[in-house]
Structure formats: C-alpha cells, structure tokens
C-alpha cells in the first residue's frame, strides 16, 4: 500500500503495516489516515517507507509505533500509547497523515454515506431511551446423539432464536432422527422432540463467544417391530432435562456458525421388548449429544 501527494509538495509513501489481532485492520487505518487528508492516493512504488507497528499490552492499553525510512535510514521511532489498541492506531494515524500532508486535520472527516450504509448504520444504532431491539436468527443443526444404541443416531433439526440481550438467548428447536435399528430382533427406533434451549451469560473473545445454556426435550419415541409384535404401544413420550455449552463463531454480522455439547437426564423410562423376550431397550441414565449450526441473524 503507498500513498502520493498531490500539490505543491508531492511525495510516496509506502506503507509496512502490521497489528495484533485485537487491533483495528491495515484497511481501517489507511482509512483513518485518507480521511486526515484528502490530497492522498495510492501509487506505484516509493522511495520512503512508514512501518506501522500496533499491539495490545499486557494490561490492555494498546501501543503504536511509526517509523519512517528513506534510503535505508531510519528516523526516530514515534510511539503512541493509548487506552486501547482502537485509540493508538487514530492517534498514529493522524501523526502519518501530518508526516505525508502538513494540512492534515485533527479529526476524521465524516465520508460520505451510501443509502444502504446509512440504512444498516441506522439499523445498528441504540437509543439508550428506548429498550434494547429485539434481535433473532433462524437456522439449521445437526446433531450426533448417544442413546446407548447399537447403530449410530443422527438428528436434523430446525431452529428460531430470539436475544432480547447480548448476553440472553432464548431458542426453539424441532428434531427429528434417523431410525436406530437392532438387527437381532428386527426392531428400530425413532425420536422426534421439541427443545427449549435459554442461555444465560456470554464469554465474547472477537468473533468466538461461549454460552452456558439448560435444555428441556419433549417429544415421543417411536419403535417399529418390522415382522414382530412389540409388548407395548410402539409411540412413547420422551424428555430430557440437562445442560448444555454453545461455542458460536461470527463469520460476519448476520451469519454465525456454532458447535454445542449437551448432557441431561432422561424424565421418562422405558422398556421395550418383544411379546415374552427380554427388553432390547432400556432409556440409558445419561444422554448426550454434539451438535453443529449455522445461523443467519435478523
């Protein structure tokens, strides 16, 4: 990335960036630094160099540092500290911006703002007065149970979720699993429940954020004899009670992806077995399942 003077004094300034992950973007601060001056462009090659240095420290204040180079000398590194990474890179790139253009101003210049960036600006924006928006997503699991069956059992399931609060959500969810099948006595089985999900706090690093949540299925279980008859009424109800915790990744501001784990206790016991032979199954103590999304958010 360079930048070129255009005007009396015209110079290039080529730009070696480079920031912890917790810091603002090359993009953002090029960006910071055009909207200093409005005289600079990008440009070919440059005989002088800026090297941009941003990182957060250990107690979380953030630091930069600019150097410039020309003809293999270095000038006096200036460091910025500020009380985040954020602030630093403003106040960094304002310094820049007084190196390459002395007219610089003190203060971003507002740029200009299509409809659909000030639509969506608008749509973000919080009136403390007013009660948090409600914001909901609606999307798609899938999920690999262990029900102590001899096959392995896969649920698909279908989801709407509301966050009346960053660190509340509140969701709904329908599953409905393949068939578990018991080769020896001909049977299979089948679970399709309702779950109620709420999570009540949120770990947030960047992009990642971790949620405890508890969960109640209601639903049925169904068995199938194939050439058989089973001893009992082959659609029972099925619930569970347990917890659960939910690691969701931001891929951008309306989709997220997630994987879950969830543990519980089943409210109901069953037995089912063949007309005068043993059970085949028996509802296991502890139930549990991984599960991965994806989401869009409205």
Known sequence: ?????????????????????????????????????????????????????????????????????????????????????????????????????????????????????????EDEKEDPSKPPRLKWSTGVLGEGLELDTPSRVLALGLFGELRPLSWIAVRLAVHRTTAATFSANNASLRWTFVRAEPCIGALTLGPLSFRPCTYLDLGALSGDGGAARLSIATTRPWSVLGTSGRLELALSRRIELELALHVGVPLTQDRLSYVESDPFFETPIVVGSLTAGASIRF
């Open 1 to 121: 990335m360079v930048f070129v003077a255009r005007g009396a004094r015209a110079e290039v300034i080529a730009l070696d960036f480079e920031a912890s992950p917790e810091c603002p973007t090359r993009g953002d601060f090029v960006d910071n630094v055009r909207q200093r001056t409005s005289t600079w462009q990008e440009n070919g090659d440059a005989k002088r160099m800026a090297i941009v240095r941003l990182e957060k420290t250990p107690n979380g204040a953030g630091r930069g540092t600019l150097t410039m180079v020309e003809g293999g000398d270095s000038e006096e590194p200036r460091v910025i500290e500020g009380a985040d990474c954020e602030e630093a890179a403003r106040a960094l790139s304002f310094v820049l911006a007084l190196t390459v253009d002395p007219s610089a101003v003190d203060r971003p210049r507002v740029p200009a703002v299509t409809p659909a960036a000030e639509a969506e600006e």
